[in-house]
């Protein structure tokens, strides 16, 4: 086994005295600790690309169905477990935690047929439950329709999901067992509540779309046999009809298949029940979109838009004349009105034309809602169907603003406003009026008075200017010492924009700062901001990342000692790949379900999809070069000082096959020269996310105090011990 010592010192609080691990430079009391490894078995294995042999002496541990896997996982996390449970302010932290999410959460409120359905916690349960009302009765107690905390006695089994028919008197909920992708429909009678029918098995990557109230469309991959359901690929994505009161085993292929090979289907049925929109994808952006006449049984399938690499989102339809959101011949988007007996290219016409800020189109009320970023915070207007500015919404602040989405005939909606100091708060909007009225504001042990949010631009190393988000409570001292959260993710077009955690707040109350920047590889600023950080540019995103944090530390923010880098699924590989480039950067590293062997990513469950953001090490020599020069797993150089590290995933992750995490952490432990600890938490019953209240609780808390007790910091945390 490979050792590390580390110093433990004894800290009392209050009347209890518990050991707690301290690093070397604090003034406290020291007694050795030891701390051992597991031995991690090691193989001859090797792969070859393009005639250059490449070692994976770990690739035993991608077979999750072995019990020598099992037994490295249950070996890891003792040793992960036994070193966290000796941080001594651990149990305060989690306690903190608690105090700080125990407050009623509410979700805005949507109509389904004779009722008002409306999500709610009341603060510190597993999952949120769904209630509702009758409409036009005097208001009353509300009557719980589903109660998700009923479906597991430990809490891992989640409610994913939930589709009413148009009229609401039948509803479709998906549900998760142990946070896997794979999911279950089941069908219930919406007024009496009861299941009606048979349980939909096998269904990945769906929403469910009613066709009236005969049946319904989802989408699904074969379940794969005789090998890992959690890892094996998924390629076929098909898109079925399911008729009530019929098995599962007649269902009707609709489309995909071997007949026409997609990754990723969706099928949607458009509000006034007419047609059915499909949009077909080989990737995770950019899709192909077909449209089909559901009142013609003979009707053929008809193609709107056919590259793969552009967008094409359904917004809205009125009869024949059909508006799209898309990113062709418009990096930032546009609108484009398209009639399906006319669908050619030069047939559409501009609704909302593209500006210099992204577009994201939603539609309420018969208007298009137009929400823009402007340097990574929200700015929303309203349209006609025409393509008339009606008015520019007012929104509560500089923050991010959601929801803007109703049905046809609805002459109001719901939206959520937030910041980093503003929790979710919901809106009620007048469409006619345009007149926002205060809904819900929830209630946290938080003054936000006490904070500052601001926005500086900093250059990245080819120039490139990247706007970043810092919080931090007022007056604290800018010398270098404060401990500092960087956050990023920079990939699939995903854009990171304020929003508020009650978790985070422990971390800004003592005296923490939290740092967001807005990485190339996002969607901040359109898809010329995505693709300068795919493939061949990738490494632009990983600069970025690195240059926030010498801003950070240039700026007196904080220092090198003081930094902890995290993300998770792709941001998980950003943290990889910048620590095995920089090691000194940062002292604490947390990269998260993160995609760590890029030479096989592609080979397990839906990892093909992610090519056209990373390209595999199959698509030529150049190709497979660059992406082995920083494939976290493959850049660990042995004898070199890494930083303390916790890699985080889950056993039931399979969409981030927890072999990434599991192959990268035993490399590291292997190679690691200096006395920093490096472990690996794998949460059990739990997918590419935590399922459970407290399973976040847990993993947040585990998070922040690894960080803290390795910077050398005793938080003043507020609260009791936990027993």
């Not at 009413?164 to 909920?173: E, P, R, V, Y």
């Not at 210099?356 to 823009?372: C, D, M, P, Q, R």
């Not at 008075?449 to 007056?475: L, N, W």
Request: charged share 25%; hydrophobic share 35%; proline share 4%.
């Amino acid at each position: 086994m490979k050792k590390i010592f580390f110093a433990c010192a004894i800290v009392s609080f209050s009347l209890l005295l518990i050991g707690a691990c301290s690093p070397t430079h604090t003034n406290q009391n020291k007694t050795s600790m030891e701390l051992e490894y597991p031995d991690t078995r090691k193989t001859d294995h090797v792969d070859t690309y393009f005639g250059e042999e490449v070692p994976d002496p770990y690739q035993w541990l991608e077979d999750d169905m072995s019990e020598e896997t099992a037994d490295w996982v249950e070996a890891e996390n003792e040793v992960t477990f036994e070193y966290l449970n000796n941080i001594g302010f651990r149990g305060r932290l989690e306690t903190r935690i608690k105090s700080l999410l125990d407050y009623e959460r509410i979700s805005a409120p949507f109509k389904e047929g004779d009722y008002e359905y409306f999500y709610r916690n009341e603060g510190l349960q597993d999952h949120s439950i769904v209630y509702r009302t009758k409409i036009g009765e005097e208001a009353g107690q509300p009557e719980v329709f589903l109660d998700p905390n009923t479906f597991s006695e430990d809490g891992t089994t989640a409610l994913t999901g939930i589709f009413f028919t148009k009229d609401g008197s039948l509803a479709a909920h998906m549900i998760t067992e142990g946070g896997a992708d794979w999911r279950k429909v089941i069908v219930r009678n919406a007024v009496t509540k009861k299941v009606v029918g048979d349980t939909i098995l096998n269904v990945k990557f769906s929403g469910v779309s009613w066709k009236g109230n005969e049946g319904f469309y989802y989408s699904s991959y074969d379940n794969p046999e005789h090998t890992s359901a959690l890892s094996a690929k998924t390629h076929l994505h098909k898109l079925f009809y399911h008729k009530l009161g019929t098995p599962q085993s007649s269902d009707v292929l609709v489309f995909g298949g071997e007949k026409d090979p997609n990754r990723y289907i969706f099928g949607q049925v458009t509000e006034d029940g007419k047609y059915l929109f499909i949009s077909a994808a080989e990737n995770t952006s950019g899709n192909r979109a077909y449209v089909k006449r559901l009142d013609d049984p003979d009707a053929e399938f008809i193609l709107l838009q056919e590259d793969y690499m552009r967008s094409f989102s359904y917004v809205e339809n009125d009869g024949d004349d059909f508006y799209f959101s898309t990113d062709i011949d418009a990096p930032n988007y546009r609108v484009v009105k398209v009639n399906i007996n006319a669908p050619a290219k030069e047939n559409w016409r501009d609704v909302i034309p593209e500006t210099e800020n992204v577009l994201t189109a939603t539609s309420g009320g018969g208007k298009i809602f137009g929400n823009y970023l402007v340097d990574a915070q929200t700015a929303v207007k309203q349209f006609a169907l025409d393509g008339k500015l009606e008015r520019e919404v007012e929104l509560p602040g500089i923050g991010t603003a959601g929801g803007f989405s109703a049905k046809r005939d609805d002459r109001e909606l719901y939206y959520t406003f937030t910041s980093f100091t503003t929790p979710a708060t919901i809106y009620k909007y007048d469409i006619e009026s345009g007149k926002s009225s205060l809904y819900r504001k929830p209630e946290v042990e938080f003054n936000p008075a006490e904070y500052v949010t601001k926005q500086v631009f900093y250059k990245s190393k080819d120039g490139t200017r990247v706007p970043m988000f810092i919080v931090h409570k007022k007056g604290i001292e800018m010398d270098g010492k404060n401990p500092t959260w960087l956050y990023a993710y920079g990939g699939f077009n995903v854009s990171l924009t304020p929003s508020f955690s009650a978790a985070r707040i422990v971390w800004l109350e003592n005296g923490g700062i939290f740092a967001q920047p807005s990485l190339r590889g996002g969607g901040e600023y359109g898809e010329e901001w995505h693709e300068a950080g795919t493939k061949m540019q990738k490494q632009n995103v990983f600069d970025d990342f690195i240059a926030a944090a010498e801003y950070l530390i240039r700026e007196k923010y904080t220092s090198s000692g003081f930094l902890a880098i995290n993300g998770g699924s792709n941001g998980g590989l950003l943290v990889g790949a910048v620590m095995t480039q920089q090691p000194d950067l940062a002292k604490v590293a947390l990269p998260a379900v993160g995609v760590l062997d890029m030479l096989k990513y592609h080979k397990f469950t839906s990892g093909a999809g992610w090519a056209a953001d990373y390209g595999t090490a199959e698509d030529s020599p150049e190709m497979f070069r660059y992406l082995k020069n920083y494939s976290p797993y493959h850049a660990l150089k042995p004898g070199t000082k890494y930083p303390a590290t916790m890699v985080t995933t889950s056993d039931h992750d399979d969409r981030v096959v927890p072999a990434h995490s599991f192959k990268f952490a035993a490399r590291l432990q292997e190679y690691n020269a200096g006395d920093n600890p490096v472990l690996i938490r794998i949460q059990t019953k739990a997918g590419h996310g935590s399922v459970s209240l407290k399973q976040q609780i847990e993993y947040i808390s585990d998070q922040y105090a690894f960080a803290w007790y390795n910077m050398g910091v005793e938080p003043e945390l507020k609260g009791e011990l936990l027993d």
